[in-house]
């Protein structure tokens, strides 16, 4: 089945095996859903009848809720309490656990299935709980990364994974298992795996290199973190040649340390690399800082690890100030995406929010700083053929950042 949101529904009056006994519809999840939702209605109370809940999956349960809930949700990585994550391409069925029959039963059953629908998600990739040294509880981080509005957050804390057996079921918010590799040459963020590496130990640069392709091998995303941070081990120096996925250039309050992984990641677009960059609050209790700032705006295709990964890797990513302020992105559908390939002479458009009068939206290539505008309206559209060997934006009040897109490549 494809082709966009699907809704079934049922009575079910007829139970030919009578109680204690089970009633199971089938229905098909392809490939496009992103969600299934699941709801029913039996007479209770004065009735007396009672009938379970659960799915099954390719012929093995995946969740049972007896009574208790009218209505369910499964996703790829959330899903809701009594049912288990994962994969939803495939045969499924609604299965009714036939307790008690009441006079005139029957079971109203709803299924939706939400199809995949691309949209801008905001999250933090790069925090810390008290698993390492950020002080606060899982649940914690997870209360304020959703107080500050976020979609997701990555809780990195310092080589350990310990933090990420602890996730609990919110529907609100979507958490990424991470590590943060520490070592005396540099930190690197790995995304995606409960425990990307077997032993975080690095005693040479090599070291570092090679924990990073033992990640990469086991299907982490990996960001390179703060490189010109100024703290024991806190400079990355395991070059640049390392097998990596993006490049952190904003970490936490604006800098001299982001100032130089700005303008090294200018250096290395200019010659030629295509290097997706991220933000992060680096949040520590002691730090004061808040999730969210900086936020990096993705658009995603779901809003699932998978997806969130996906739209890092690609490039897919607007790094902003806070997560509901000054926002880019393509101003029409048919336009290309940040991160795209595009072809000499191709027009570009940019749609800019959330802007205030004295902002700067800045034009870069590889010849540095090509075009200013002084915007007066909080929404100003920008439109460019693409030429040279990249084009990026970014938006500045004053000395302060408060915006940076990733580029558009030649093809």
Do not use: C, K
């Given at each position: 089945m494809s082709g966009g949101n699907q809704h079934f529904t049922y009575v079910i009056d007829s139970f030919p095996e009578g109680e204690k006994s089970f009633v199971e519809i089938p229905f098909e999840v392809g490939a496009d859903i992103e969600r299934?939702?699941?709801?029913?209605?039996?007479?209770?109370?004065?009735?007396?009848?009672?009938?379970?809940?659960?799915?099954?999956?390719?012929?093995?349960?995946?969740?049972?809720?007896?009574s208790e809930?009218?209505?369910?949700?499964?996703?790829?990585?959330?899903?809701?309490?009594?049912?288990?994550?994962?994969?939803?391409?495939?045969?499924?069925?609604?299965?009714?656990?036939?307790v008690k029959i009441g006079p005139n039963c029957k079971v109203d059953l709803?299924?939706?299935?939400?199809?995949?629908?691309?949209?801008?998600?905001?999250?933090?990739?790069?925090?810390?709980?008290?698993?390492?040294?950020?002080?606060?509880?899982?649940?914690?981080?997870?209360?304020r990364a959703r107080s500050a509005g976020l979609d997701f957050v990555a809780i990195t804390d310092h080589n350990t994974v310990s933090q990420n057996t602890i996730r609990p079921d919110d529907p609100g918010l979507l958490v990424i298992p991470a590590i943060e590799l520490t070592s005396f040459y540099g930190h690197t963020n790995f995304f995606g795996l409960e425990k990307p590496v077997a032993d975080w130990r690095c005693r040479s640069p090599k070291d570092v290199a090679d924990k990073m392709a033992e990640a990469r091998a086991n299907g982490a995303t990996i960001i390179i973190n703060h490189p010109f941070q100024n703290s024991d081990g806190g400079r990355w120096q395991a070059g640049f040649e390392v097998d990596f996925d993006?490049?952190?250039?904003?970490?936490?309050?604006?800098?001299?340390?982001?100032?130089?992984g700005l303008a090294f990641w200018q250096e290395l677009l200019s010659s030629g690399r295509k290097i997706p960059a991220t933000g992060g609050s680096d949040f520590h209790l002691k730090n004061r800082r808040r999730h969210g700032s900086p936020a990096n705006r993705l658009h995603v295709e779901t809003c699932s690890i998978r997806g969130v990964l996906e739209a890092v890797r690609k490039g897919r990513n607007v790094i902003t100030f806070?997560?509901?302020?000054?926002?880019?992105?393509?101003?029409?559908?048919?336009?290309?995406?940040?991160g795209d390939s595009v072809?000499?002479?191709?027009?570009?458009?940019?749609q800019f929010s959330g802007l205030v009068a004295g902002d700067e939206i800045r034009t870069i290539t590889e010849n540095g700083v090509v075009a200013k505008e002084q915007v007066t309206e909080a929404r100003h559209i920008l439109e460019r053929r693409f030429e040279g060997r990249f084009v990026r934006f970014e938006v500045w009040y004053g000395d302060r950042p408060k915006l940076f897109t990733n580029p558009y490549y030649a093809e």
């Open positions: 299934i939702e699941v709801s029913y209605h039996f007479p209770f109370g004065g009735g007396g009848s009672v009938i379970d809940l659960g799915v099954a999956q390719n012929g093995r349960m995946r969740g049972w809720t007896g809930r009218g209505h369910i949700t499964l996703e790829e990585d959330r899903a809701t309490p009594g049912y288990d994550r994962g994969p939803l391409a495939g045969s499924w069925h609604v299965v009714l656990g036939i709803d299924i939706r299935l939400v199809a995949r629908t691309p949209r801008w998600v905001v999250g933090d990739l790069h925090s810390h709980s008290e698993h390492s040294d950020g002080g606060v509880t899982v649940l914690d981080a997870m209360y993006a490049y952190e250039i904003w970490n936490g309050n604006w800098s001299v340390m982001n100032e130089q806070q997560p509901d302020e000054t926002m880019a992105m393509p101003a029409a559908d048919d336009l290309p995406m940040f072809a000499a002479g191709q027009v570009i458009g940019v």
